[in-house]
């Protein structure tokens, strides 16, 4: 989906000196247990590994730079070797800044193997008025490998009545099986983001917004589940969402007037459909 009413490309603002991290994580199964055998870090960019017993390991990202702003870079690569079981988070929303013209870029890298599960689930970014990111996701799968990804995405800071009076924001989401791409998909909302999603055909009046993403041997076969879970959530009238399934994708589109719905819908959803709680840190 591209939506565009004003550009608002700065050919003017002052060069400075940003931020790029850079994370590396292979993780491969040892025994019956998932552990890191990979660990790559620089700028910002940093992991933490809680203590959490199981055969799943978690994993926090951390911007210990407070946010992304006016031109930083954050790139990301993930690899899940055959058999591994991997839950990626972070420990709080995430920031987009203010930017006098430069665009910031978030691209994170995936590869899963056969028979790995991958659950890639990050809380919500929230972009500030004039705020101006471009992230993509690319995911490689092998055979069974399964992949669960969530992201949602916050315009403007509601509760002080924010209004994203113009900015750039561009997702970028390309998943491959075997070599074969089976799920392309971009938003691009460029100019008065905030105008543009109150139009019925982009968001219809709603802040916050979210996707989630299953990629599985069975992700077609589950879609009647997903649908039942999302008609019997608690509370469903703060957060609209619909569920759709198509050559081994399932995914679900959720949008809310305020993140504190979605997040609500989105935690019983998830929990309910991956059948285990979401990560400690999301409901810290």
């Known amino acids: 989906m591209y939506a565009t009413a004003w550009s608002s490309e700065a050919s003017s603002a002052p060069r400075r000196q940003r931020a790029h991290g850079t994370l590396g994580f292979e993780v491969a199964v040892s025994g019956s247990t998932t552990r890191p055998v990979r660990i790559a870090e620089s700028g ?22 407070g946010g992304i702003a006016c031109g930083d870079r954050m790139d990301i690569d993930v690899i899940a070797r055959s058999g591994a079981r991997l839950v990626m988070t972070t420990p709080a929303a995430e920031r987009c800044y203010r930017s006098d013209g430069p665009v910031s870029a978030v691209h ?39 992949l669960s990804m969530f992201e949602a995405v916050m315009f403007g800071r509601t509760a002080r009545g924010e209004e994203i009076s113009r900015g750039l924001f561009e997702d970028r989401w390309r998943i491959r099986r075997d070599g074969k791409l089976i799920f392309a998909d971009t938003l691009r909302l460029d100019g008065p983001v905030s105008h543009l999603l109150a139009r019925r055909a982009i968001a219809n009046g709603s802040k916050t917004l979210a996707t989630f993403l299953y990629a599985a041997p069975d992700a077609e076969a589950r879609i009647e589940e997903a649908r039942e879970m999302l008609e019997t959530a608690p509370d469903r009238a703060s957060c609209l969402a619909a569920a759709s399934a198509w050559s081994g994708i399932l995914t679900v589109r959720f949008l809310a007037p305020e993140i504190a719905g979605l997040r609500r819908a989105a935690i019983d959803f998830l929990t309910r459909f991956r059948g285990t709680p979401l990560p400690r840190v999301w409901h810290s």
Do not use: K
């Not at 910002?44 to 978690?58: K, Q």
């Open 44 to 65: 910002p960019s940093r992991i933490r590994l809680p203590n959490v017993t199981g055969t799943t390991l978690e994993a926090v990202m951390m911007n210990t730079g």
């Open 108 to 146: 994170a890298r995936m590869d899963v193997e056969d028979g790995a599960d991958l659950a890639w689930f990050p809380q919500e970014t929230i972009l500030y008025d004039e705020a101006r990111l471009r992230r993509s996701f690319e995911a490689d799968l092998s055979g069974t490998a399964t």
